[in-house]
């Protein structure tokens, strides 16, 4: 920390003053919102910002209009103007509670919807140092303690307009505004590149499973023909299970207890997390079923279709299908693929892309093509190969945004 009481941690060498307090109503005027729904979606002239969007569809800084939902209401409308911000006032956590983001478009005809506020910083606040303020632990400390309600939680305007903040001086407010935006343009990049990867693996996927893509054997010849077979031809499987209630502190122990699979600890990345969540305690192993290092688990509710080979002895929930052993020649790595693809497909044929449940029989009934152990183990490399590139990537987009995280804790009073 620096000599001076109101000053930050990390500073532009340049910049010597103090920062000066203001409450937020001091820098600028909140403008009128409109409690439109997704009830007024549609063709129109108008688009509008609801608060669910804010969430999570759009980026922190909003440049393209054309990604707004048009409303089918015709009025006379206050609109929003380039620089304005807009807050989400309504939110089921904290975590988007009081979400922002910054209107970087041209375009007219814009409106704030449902559950916002709308913000007008005055001519001597950058909008961007607005913005990134509220990413800081003293405006989320902020929202945490103003914050109202119980399974809704709400901050009002009145609330919200005693956010008290410091500020440098014009100059320094750009100098670190730009610092941040080119800081956020790397980072989306490097999200780009991660998405890109993404979407090479599940083309990769849907090409070699469904037998476009074939892999040749060393003597540069074709493998064998795939048979199709029933899930429960291939393995023998069944539910986790854990004594009821879940609330029961009997059942854990986190000193002395050993992993305990959940959903929650199963990752996209197809892989467990280091730490399980809970860890069971001895009275309740004998109520739940034990899965050993190789062993693949895939959840069954929540996000249904996490697959994943256990790095680790546990016990395993109900909510988690446990497959510990096969009827065939298999390839773990290969088959922890073909199922993860196979329910995204049932993904994609369920209402809404969502599946509530999977049952005992359909699971029986699921089909899995089955090629030659030497062609299982190439695709399971080649697939395997591509998701170390995206755990690479993905590694390299957190820490940026940790690194961003740390210096605007810094960077910011």
């Known amino acids: 920390m620096t000599e001076q009481s109101n000053t930050p941690e990390l500073r532009f060498p340049e910049f010597k003053d103090e920062w000066t307090q203001s409450f937020l109503d001091q820098l600028g005027d909140f403008k009128k919102s409109y409690s439109l729904s997704r009830s007024y979606e549609g063709n129109g002239d108008y688009r509008y910002i609801h608060y669910g969007d804010i969430h999570s569809r759009f980026p922190s800084i909003l440049k393209f ?71 800081t632990n003293n405006y989320l400390k902020f929202i945490r303690k103003q914050g109202t309600g119980i399974s809704v939680l709400g901050i009002s305007k009145k609330n919200l307009s005693k956010y008290l903040m410091s500020l440098p001086s014009s100059e320094e407010q750009y100098k670190l505004s730009n610092f941040f935006s080119k800081l956020d343009r790397q980072i989306k990049l490097e999200e780009e590149k991660l998405a890109l990867f ?44 854990f004594p009821q209630p879940y609330g029961n502190k009997e059942w854990y122990d986190e000193l002395n207890g050993e992993p305990f699979v959940q959903v929650v600890d199963v990752d996209k990345n197809m892989q467990l997390h280091e730490q399980t969540k809970q860890r069971i305690s001895d009275l309740a192993k004998s109520k739940s079923v034990k899965g050993y290092k190789g062993d693949i688990v895939v959840t069954l509710q929540g996000s249904i279709g996490r697959v994943a080979i256990l790095q680790y002895d546990a016990y395993i929930d109900r909510t988690l299908l446990l497959i510990n052993s096969f009827k065939i020649d298999i390839n773990k790595n290969y088959f922890k693929y073909a199922l993860y693809l196979l329910f995204l497909k049932e993904k994609e044929k369920a209402p809404g892309g969502t599946i509530k449940t999977i049952t005992k029989t359909v699971l029986s009934n699921f089909i899995i093509n089955v090629p030659s152990i030497k062609e299982q183990v190439k695709i399971g490399n080649f697939l395997e190969k591509l998701d170390y590139l995206i755990e690479k990537q993905t590694l390299k987009v957190e820490t940026l945004q940790q690194r961003k995280q740390g210096l605007l804790q810094k960077m910011f009073v």
């Open 198 to 241: 993404e979407q090479q693996k599940k083309g990769y996927m849907q090409k070699i499973f469904s037998q476009e893509l074939r892999f040749k054997d060393d003597n540069g010849c074709d493998y064998s023909n795939w048979e199709m077979k029933k899930l429960d031809k291939i393995a023998n499987y069944r539910r986790g299970s």
């Open 65 to 135: 209009a054309n990604i707004i939902p048009t409303i089918t209401e015709i009025k006379d409308f206050e609109e929003i103007e380039k620089g304005d911000l807009i807050f989400a006032d309504a939110s089921e956590d904290y975590k988007d509670l009081g979400k922002t983001i910054l209107a970087d478009f041209n375009d007219s005809k814009i409106i704030a919807g449902l559950h916002t506020h709308l913000f007008r910083p005055k001519n001597f606040i950058d909008s961007r140092f607005l913005l990134y303020n509220t990413k």
